[in-house]
T-cell receptor
Framework: GIQVEQSPPDLILQEGANSTLRCNFS?????LQWFHQNPWGQLINLFY???GTKQNGRLSATTVATERYSLLYISSSQTTDSGVYFC?????FGKGTKLTVNP | GAVVSQHPSWVICKSGTSVKIECRSL??????MFWYRQFPKQSLMLMAT?????????EQGVEKDKFLINHASLTLSTLTVTSAHPEDSSFYIC?????????????FGPGTRLTVT
């Protein structure tokens, strides 16, 4: 089956810093999503991005399907950005990146 | 739009009993729903794919007789954990696809936290 790897596993930032989260996958993709899991466990859809670039406020994402990776950019991070960020390719989730934003 | 609900949000049951979890797509029709399981501080693992009107497809290693899935309508799928044991305690999350636009995007419910005592 498809392998999905996320890096880094943990990331600690000061409020206002920028960050890049990476998702590598082992096979062709027709479905790639980025999620933020809040402290209550709810998965919040960030991007549906099987290819190309999208932006939503301080967040943006890029998927280069031919090179089998996707990047999630968070700019001017806020404490409310803390949580776990998951990449899911087809129906397979990576292990996530735990982001902590300190005030 | 694209809201998925789950009920209950949390449940505590005694070992040996069965528990049913409902997953509903509130504002779209979902021909396919998915059930995931998440252990503490771990990722989500796909358990099964539920197709409306047909039998569910289970992932390798998932006991289909323990985790009964029914997808009786385009807006409702249920997961029944039969003869639950403490090792079944977990966070169960469903998702649904709205394929009307040809997208494979999944929308997730808020999850159900199951504790078996």
């Amino acid at each position: 089956g498809i392998q999905v790897e996320q890096s880094p596993p943990d990331l600690i930032l000061q409020e206002g810093a920028n960050s890049t989260l990476r998702c590598n996958f082992s096979d062709s993709v027709n479905n790639l999503q980025w999620f933020h899991q809040n402290p209550w466990g709810q998965l919040i859809n960030l991007f549906y991005i099987p290819s190309g670039t999208k932006q939503n406020g301080r967040l943006s994402a890029t998927t280069v399907a031919t090179e089998r990776y996707s990047l999630l950019y968070i700019s001017s991070s806020q404490t409310t950005d803390s949580g776990v960020y998951f990449c899911a390719v087809r129906l397979v989730f990576g292990k996530g990146t735990k982001l902590t934003v300190n005030p | 739009g694209a809201v998925v609900s789950q009920h209950p949000s949390w449940v505590i049951c005694k070992s040996g009993t069965s528990v049913k979890i409902e997953c509903r797509s509130l504002d779209f029709q979902a021909t396919t729903m998915f059930w995931y399981r998440q252990f503490p501080k771990q990722s989500l693992m796909l358990m099964a794919t539920s197709n409306e009107g047909s039998k569910a497809t289970y992932e390798q290693g998932v006991e289909k007789d323990k985790f009964l899935i029914n997808h009786a309508s385009l807006t409702l799928s249920t997961l029944t954990v039969t003869s639950a044991h403490p090792e079944d305690s977990s966070f169960y999350i469903c998702s649904a696809r709205d394929r009307t636009g040809g997208s494979y995007e999944q929308y997730f419910g808020p999850g159900t936290r199951l504790t078996v005592t």
